[in-house]
């Protein structure tokens, strides 16, 4: 049994094993200690606002969709993605509709805006109380960032970051974070599947081993596990998390894809893979998604990819209504359109183990 306490240094909800009398804090290294009746988390928080619902039943999943409106950093397609992976989940892959918690700004609930708070507590409700045989979905769709990692723990030096509505005033969710609270709590025979549609996201899950393939689909697994030691991995579960592109590249928000209106790529290619069949094993998908991003090209040279008859129905009838045929690209990060030219999206497949891509059955 887990319970949340505040890290007494940075505030970070932190999950306590019963009976613990202390819990030192990974992205800070406080150590908190608590008394015998410890006081309630912030789920319990009143001044916080309401906990969420209870976590419950075999499969949930947190939904991101950030569309930064009346922002120099507007996205047009994060939240059609949202409604579509919420579609996807509960059409195809049997998730209950009061299992999913989904973060937009068109949400009337206050505790639901896409905020760096709301971000968190969704992150830590989705892992609350899971179990083997869950199966877990954690879905963003916005702006994804860099920053310099003082950790040691990155080989490239960085630390890739999430975005939230008020980044600019409260700060970005760096990958320590989203590690320790949806990977490393992850119990054996629990599943957690991520879907990381932002620039910067091939390791923002800081898993710890990146499936670098090739144009012709052979893979070699890469050791992404720090220098210093720190276990990045699960508690004895499976953490499998495919990403929009590369930790040096950005990611498309485009409607050069569907046709119809905006979508992220990676969001649009991996719904498109399922839908077109060619879901069998995580190996096929991401030969799927690569393909159909290499085919539409890079940067205003993006030709459409193919319509998904579902998908497109659903932007139809729920969507925001796009720019029509137009080949509109915005970034999903803070990048030119040269850098974009240069660095074409390439989707990522990390885990915290490695396994046959080609073998593995995929399954939600």
Sequence with gaps: MMMLVNCSGCRTPLQLPQGAPCIRCAICGAVTHVAAAPAPGPLADPARGPPPPPAHGRK??????????????????????????RHLLTTRFSFPDDSIIMLTEEQTDPFK???????????????????????LVFHYSGHGAQ??????????GMDETLCPL?????????????????????????????????????TALDLPFLCRMSRTGQYIWEDHRPRSGVWKGTSGGE?????????????????????????????????QAIEHGQAATYGSILNSMRMTIRNTGGGDSMA?????????????????????????????GFANASQY?????????????????YAKPFSL
Excluded at 73 to 81: A, Q, R, S
Excluded at 170 to 178: A, K, R
Aim: with cysteine; hydrophobic share 35%.
């Design 113 to 135: 805006i896409p905020t760096k708070h709301n971000i968190r507590m969704a992150m830590y409700w989705l892992l609350q109380g899971s179990q083997p045989g869950d199966s």
């Design 304 to 332: 459409g990819g193919g319509a998904v008859t579902s998908l497109i129905s659903m932007l139809l009838t729920g969507g925001s209504a796009g720019t029509g045929g137009l080949k509109q690209v915005t970034f999903r």
């Design 341 to 357: 030219i240069l660095c074409r999206s390439e989707p990522q497949l990390t885990a915290g183990d490695m396994f046959d891509v």
């Design 166 to 202: 008020d980044f600019e005033t409260q700060g970005m969710i760096v990958d320590d974070e989203i590690n320790a609270a949806l990977v490393r709590p992850l119990p054996h025979g629990a599943k957690l599947h991520a879907l990381i549609d932002a620039c910067h996201s091939g």
């Design 239 to 271: 953490a499998i998390s495919f990403s929009g592109c590369d930790d040096h590249q950005t990611s498309a928000d485009t409607s050069a894809l569907s046709k119809i209106t905006s979508t992220g790529a990676m969001t649009f290619c991996f719904i």
């Design 147 to 156: 920053q310099r990692s003082y950790s040691g723990d990155e080989a490239d």
């Design 60 to 85: 949930r999943a947190v939904i991101i969709g950030i569309s930064y409106r009346f922002s120099r950093h507007e996205l047009k397609g994060c939240i059609n993605d949202a409604k579509c992976m």
